[in-house]
Structure formats: structure tokens, C-alpha cells
């Protein structure tokens, strides 16, 4: 039961996820963004990366309980727990990429146009550090 789709295993590699991707942006991405633009690190800002924070801020300090509304994001109801299924983990990171595509063109003028590879069924699965499925 612990790792059935939805299990507590499968909630906890979410949250993970969201404290990897936030800790991603706040202590790598925005310092050198505004180191490079030469401006403090305050102007750079973003209210996708921020309702990221406050979905981290639910799951490492409030019990996996979003406490506070969102700007953008909606996949987490105030009140409710940060339990993202492969579905929501999805659409988050396919806004976390689009919001660096938005970042990238207002700070830098760069068109990165990065897309997030969304899992697919079809893909080769991986067990145990072996590719299960594909020959390989």
C-alpha cells in the first residue's frame, strides 16, 4: 500500500519535488540571475516561483497543509493538503518551465522556449535501475 500510485510514497516524492524545484530556483537560478543583471536579488520576482514557496512553505512547515491563497497556481485548494498525484506534479512543472521561458525573455530578453517533457505511458519505465520494457 505504501507504494501504490497515491500511496504515502508517492506523496512524499511529490513534496520532495516541490522543496527540490523551489530550492532550485531560490538558492541557484534567481542569485545568479541577479548577480549576471548586476540588481538585487529582490527584483527578481516571479508569481509562479512564489505560489511554488507557498506550497513549499505547506509541506515543510505546516504538515502538507496549503495555509495561505495562491497568485497563479491552482492546484492546491487553501486548506488542503500538498498531495499532487503524477497528474498535478505535471501541470506544476510544466508551469515551472513556462515561467523560466517568461523569466528568461523579461530580465534577459532570451526566448529560451524550453518545454517540459510530460510522461507519457509509452515511456520506458525504470525499476531498479533497469529500463523494464524496452529491450534495454
Partial sequence: MRNAEGGPNDIAMARLSILMAHAAWEHETRPKLALEL???LREIRSPVFGDLNKYR????HVNGRLDRETEVLNLVAVGSNVNLDKAGLVALFDALVSEANRVAEA?????LNHQFIKWSSNAPSVKWGKVVGHGI
Wanted: charged residues 10%.
Fill in 107 to 111: 530580465y534577459c530578453g532570451l526566448q
Fill in 57 to 60: 512553505q505547506a509541506v515543510a
Fill in 38 to 40: 548586476g540588481v538585487d
